[in-house]
């Protein structure tokens, strides 16, 4: 993943987090804001910003 591509959370994710109550499961794609080794910042369309675990996610679209 790279700064600028669209993700969404993977859908296995939601079987994952339907037990935490502080991360819920959203089908929103995100845009990508950094991208490290395993975490990143994504922005959401509302325009709030998190700071996520890579697996949780997949890349929709990518920038070239």
Known sequence: MQVGDQVRMKYQMFWY?????????????????????????VMWPDGTIDRRDKDFFEVIDEVR
């Open 17 to 41: 987090l339907k037990s935490n109550r502080h991360i819920s499961y959203t089908e929103e794609p995100a845009t990508v804001i950094t991208a490290g080794s395993h975490m990143m910042e």
